[in-house]
Antibody
């Protein structure tokens, strides 16, 4: 069974930093591209970042470019999101999500974690 | 950047009725790279449909998609209680950003 479990969400002050993790199991992590998608309270979905299975291709939404860094450790089946210079508007549930197909180039997402809440407030 | 606009914002229908949800793109996109997700309160989104007619695992055939160019539609032929949720369209081409629409809430009338 495919499982994605996010962790690391906490209350952080504006300007602070945070690293989210997503532990993957039940599939061959090293062959699937992964994504982070966020959802502000009561709002819609916002795609945040994509990393290919090999880490060779990385994409970011303009709203986080230069502040967030996606990475992965295929040996440990872990996906990360390093978040710096956090702003109030980054407050959201952050989901990690897996692509439908192995070796995919684009985020068609058929498995999602339950999310971790990041709150940016003083 | 492709912007996806969904309409209506809220759709109120009764059990057994047909639901038609719209997703309009700011520029022409291939239906191959258009997907639909369902999200229920307190849950993560679930992939429903993708491409011209692809149905994710376990999705019943009362769900269908159509459209081309800038106008796309998700149709639910006969509403069941479990269909009441928020629906999002997404463009997932190989170039970012991989935009979601703002969502349509389907509620019981």
């Amino acid at each position: 069974e495919v499982q994605l479990v996010e962790s690391g969400g906490v209350l952080v002050q504006p300007g602070g930093s945070l690293r989210l993790s997503c532990a993957a199991s039940g599939f061959t992590f090293s062959t699937y591209s992964m994504n982070w998608v966020r959802q502000a309270p009561g709002k819609g979905l916002e795609w945040v970042s994509f990393i290919s299975y090999s880490s060779r291709t990385i994409h970011y939404a303009d709203s986080v470019k230069g502040r967030f860094t996606i990475s992965r450790d295929n040996a440990k089946n872990l996906l990360y999101l390093q978040m710096n210079s956090l702003r109030a508007e980054d407050t959201a549930i952050y989901y990690c999500a897996r692509d439908v197909s192995p070796y995919g180039d684009y985020p068609l997402l058929n498995y999602w974690g339950q999310g971790t809440l990041v709150t940016v407030s003083s | 950047e492709i912007v996806l606009t969904q309409s209506p914002g809220t759709l109120s229908l009764s059990l057994g009725e047909k639901a038609t949800l719209s997703c309009r793109a700011s520029q022409s996109v291939s239906s191959t790279f258009l997907a639909w997700y369902q999200q229920k309160p307190g849950q993560a989104p679930r992939l429903l449909m993708y491409g011209a007619s692809g149905r994710a695992t376990g999705i019943p055939d009362r769900f269908s998609v159509s459209g081309s160019g800038t106008d796309f539609t998700l149709t639910i032929s006969r509403l069941e209680p479990e269909d009441f949720a928020v629906y999002y369209c997404q463009h997932f081409g190989s170039s970012p950003p991989h935009t979601f629409g703002q969502g349509t809430k389907l509620e019981i009338k």
